[in-house]
């Protein structure tokens, strides 16, 4: 299948970990001018099976009826409000949900005792998300720490139909029979995934701590997704970013918007709309973001090799980046660039080419000293092997060439942290909204 290329934009430490309950119980909305900041969050892809029959089976295909989904998420600052977000955007008919609540996690599907809230929805125990729709629940007066593991609970009486679902979570959901929304033990949830289901965010309001506020998106593909980091052990990249800003005293919140196998240009089953596509709704419209980290484009090299024989061009790539960093300028966000790692002795041959390796360099060369983003990290010069720069470092490599293992993570993690470009980026006055980058 030929991956479609598109070169204009379609739509645009641990601290404080200990449980806190909640302060109050039940529905409690901050007011009409109460200020959210995302602090989770997953992208969305239409039901699918794995591609290539890779990894677990997931529920998306045949969805959910007289089920409960319970999936934990850690959050990346604190708050003393909270609320969620569902996504419908790929369904096709409307998602009925029952009800659903929110608690304190405990280990597996367990929930602190006394921790669960029930979420109304516009005051509702029940909502419909129409088709491509989104829908936020009310807020609920729970105090929230930085770091801390939530439960949400989600309970479909109808039958869904085929789910918007994330792929990849590396964190594993799951399901039982019947209304079982307020169990605090997780005997009744004996099936397991490693996929989300609809849930697509987690907002807080009144910041509990002396952060700066808003919010980072770290957008990308599998690497930023967290492939292939350790299950349940919340080492992706941008899970060790936020241990770092809490760290060191700046909690902000940190947005996963990675898909597995996601181009910037082109689209590939099981890997999401490219970047084009979903910029606007997995990064722009996040609430409270100041600054995304874009980190993409090795997929569309890979890609294009592998279906039409040819890497898609620099010059093509560089098109896509320049519209995602001018869709962010026309309303005030900054992008940092991250450079692409080296990929000689991928598992996938499609991954390291000559023709290909060419482009890398050019498009490595541009981020660097294009001009474009509004600070840079070099990551290809991190994961460089000093004896053989086109191969990443064995102390990174999870064994397949291209994606970082756990030390990996946490080494993209530091190197982002570590760059005052980030940081003026991230945690600095939100900077006015242009017509135009002028880039």
């Known amino acids: 299948m030929r991956a479609q290329q598109k070169t204009a934009i379609a739509g645009a430490v641990i601290v404080a970990s200990a449980v806190l309950t909640a302060s109050a119980a039940g529905a409690a909305p901050p007011g009409p001018g109460t200020r959210w ?22 529920w998306s295909v045949d969805g959910f009826a007289d089920q409960s989904v319970r999936q934990v998420v850690r959050v990346s600052r604190g708050g003393s409000g909270v609320r969620i977000r569902l996504s419908n955007v790929y369904g096709t ?8 609540s929110i608690g304190v996690a405990g280990d597996g599907a367990a929930v602190r005792p006394e921790t669960i809230h029930a979420l109304t929805f516009d005051r509702s125990r029940s909502t419909v998300v129409p088709p491509g729709g989104e829908a936020a629940s009310d807020a609920v007066r729970m105090r929230v720490a930085p770091l801390q593991r939530l439960s949400v609970t989600l309970y479909f009486a109808r039958p869904t139909g085929p789910a918007t679902f994330h792929l990849r979570s ?18 009744a949830f004996a099936e397991t995934t490693t996929s989300w289901y609809y849930l697509t965010g987690v907002d807080v309001a009144g910041a509990t701590d002396r952060g700066g506020g808003g919010a980072v998106v770290a957008f990308g593909d599998s690497i930023t997704d967290g492939a292939v980091s350790t299950t349940d052990a919340d080492h992706r990249y941008p899970d060790e970013l936020a241990d770092r800003l809490v760290a060191a005293g700046r909690p902000i919140g940190v947005l996963n918007a990675g898909i597995a196998t996601n181009q910037v240009l082109g689209t590939f089953p099981g890997g ?22 874009l980190l993409e484009g090795i997929n569309d090299i890979a890609i294009s090799t592998l279906t039409t024989g040819e890497p898609v061009s620099a010059a093509a790539l560089v098109d896509g980046y320049r519209a995602l960093i ?22 996938i041959p499609a991954y390291y080419t000559e023709h290909g390796e060419a482009v890398r360099t050019a498009v490595n060369e541009w981020i660097r000293g294009g001009g474009g983003f509004d600070a840079v990290v070099d990551l290809d010069r991190v994961f460089a092997d000093p004896a053989d720069p086109d191969r990443m ?6 064994g397949d060439g291209v994606h970082p293992n756990d030390a ?17 980026a991230a945690t600095g006055p939100r900077p006015q909204a242009a017509s135009s980058s002028g880039r």
């Not at 964190?171 to 029979?177: E, G």
């Not at 490219?274 to 910029?279: P, V």
């Not at 001018?326 to 598992?347: E, F, N, Q, S």
């Not at 470092?393 to 999870?398: H, I, L, M, N, Q």
Request: aromatic share 6%; charged share 20%.
């Open 170 to 187: 590396f964190a594993t959901s799951y399901r039982a029979v019947g209304d079982h929304r307020r169990d605090e033990g997780a005997a």
């Open 93 to 100: 008919t409307p998602l009925r949900l029952a009800g659903a």
């Open 393 to 398: 470092r064995a102390e990174f490599d999870s």
């Open 408 to 424: 990996g993570m946490r080494a993209i993690a530091g190197a982002i942290a570590a760059s005052p470009g980030f940081i003026r």
């Open 37 to 58: 900041s995302g602090v989770w969050a997953a992208s969305m892809i239409a039901a699918a099976p794995p591609p290539f029959g890779q990894g677990p089976a997931n």
């Open 326 to 347: 001018d869709a962010a300028h026309r309303r005030g966000i900054r992008v940092v660039g991250a450079t692409l790692m080296p990929t000689k002795g991928a598992a």
């Open 272 to 293: 999401g709309a490219s970047a084009l596509d979903r910029f606007r709704r997995d990064a722009l419209e996040q609430p409270g973001v100041r600054c995304v980290i």
